[in-house]
C-alpha cells in the first residue's frame, strides 16, 4: 500500500483532527473550501513567518524576500513585518510593495530590461538599491539623473558562467545569460570601472551575482562564490548579494538544506575566500513555497482500462503552470483522510483545454477518491498564483492565511465582471 503522504511536505502548523481531517492554522481545510471555493491557495501564516525570521537571522547584513514567488499586499507586509527587505522586478511589484506601506529604503529593483518609466518611478520613490543589469540602463540612468532625479545606491549585477541546479552544479564555461554583465568578457569590470568613474549615475556599494532556482547543496553557492571572489575582491565594493535559489522539496524522498544552513555556509565561504563585504541574500521559494497548499474539487474521474485513470480538478495550469512549463513533480491527498493510504496511480489534470493541462503526471491518492471530494496539492506557495494567468477566461483563484484557528482572505476570487473590465466593446475601459 503507498503510504499516506509524508507530514514533512505539509505547512508546519498541520495537525489531523480526530475523524482523520486535516487542520492548517486551526482550521480544517474542507471548511475552507466550504467557505471559499475551490480552487483556493490556503498558506499558513506562522509557516511564512517562521521562514522570514529564518532568513533575516541567517542574513545579519540583509536579507531581500523575492516577490516574484507570491505577491500580495498581505504577503508584502507580512515580509516586512519580520525584517525583511523587498525585492521587486517591474514596476507593478514596485506599485504594490509600496501601496502595501513598504518603504521605498527597504525595496531593491531588479530587472534586466527595466523601462525608463519603472527606473524613474523607482528613483522617484527613493528605492534602497538598483540592481544595474546593463549598458543601456546606466544610459537611462544617466539620463534620469541629468534630469534632477536623485541618485541611487545600486549592485552591479555579475553573471559568474556557473550554473546550479537541483542536483548539480555547472560551470557553464561562458555567460550566455539575458541576465548582468559577465565576468570573462570583461563586462562586468567596464560596469564597475563606469558606476565609479566621475560623473556616475549612482552610487555603486556593490555587487549582485544569483546563480540559478531550486538549488538543494549550500555548497553550490559556496563553489560560486570561489568563482567570484577574485572580481569581488578586486573591486572591494562593502556588499554582495548572493541572490536567491535555495530549494525546497516538492515531492517525497527530495531533501534540501535549510535557510540557517545556507546561511552559515556562505558566512563560512566568505571566511575562507578573504571577502570582507556585508553579504545579503534574497530568497523566494524557500519562504513560501511550502506554507501553502491548494484546495481543488474533484469534477470528474476518467478510467481508461490498460491504460490509465484521469482525476480532473477545478482549477489547472492557470494556478499552477509548474508541471507544464518545467516538468515539476507534486504529491497530493485528500484533506478529509490525510493519513489514508494512496494505493491508486492516477494522472491529475485540470479543465483547460490543452492536454499539457497536467498538474501530477503520476499520483498516488487514496483508493475511495471519488467526484465532489478536495484534493490538496503541497508546497504550491511559489511560483504558482504569481505566474497564472486567466487561459480559458477562467478566474484566478481566492487567497486565504490561516492562523490560530481563524482565515482570512487576502485575495478574493476574480469575477466575471474582472475578466471583462479591459475589454473594450464589453467591459468598462
Ligand atoms: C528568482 C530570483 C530570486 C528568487 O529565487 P528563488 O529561487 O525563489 O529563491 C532572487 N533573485 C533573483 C535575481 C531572481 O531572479
Redesign the pocket.
Known sequence: MAAPIDHALLPETATVADDGGLLVGGVRLTDLADTYGTPLFVYDEAHLRARCREAVAAFPGGVYY?T??FLCGAMARLAHEEGMRL?VASGGELGLALRAGVPAADLLL?GNNKSTEELREALAAGVGRIVVDSFDEIDRLEGLVADGLRRPAALVRVTPGVEAHTHDYVSTGQEDSKFGFGLRDGAAERAVARLRAPGSPVDLVGLHV?IG??IFRTDSFARAMEVIAPFVRSCGLPELNI????GVAYVEGETTERIPAWGARVAEACRALGIDATVSA?????IAASAAVTLYTVGTVKDIPGVRTYVAVDGGMIDNPRPALYGSEYEAFLPRAVGADRPRAVRVVGKHCESGDVLLHEAAVPADLAVGDVLATPVTG?YGFAMGSNYNRMPRPAVVFVADGRARLVVRRETDADLLRTDALLGDG
Do not use: F
Open positions: 523575492a516574484k514567488a525585492d531588479h544569483h532556482s531550486q541572490g536567491g535559489g535555495l534574497e530568497p523566494g521559494r524557500v511559489a
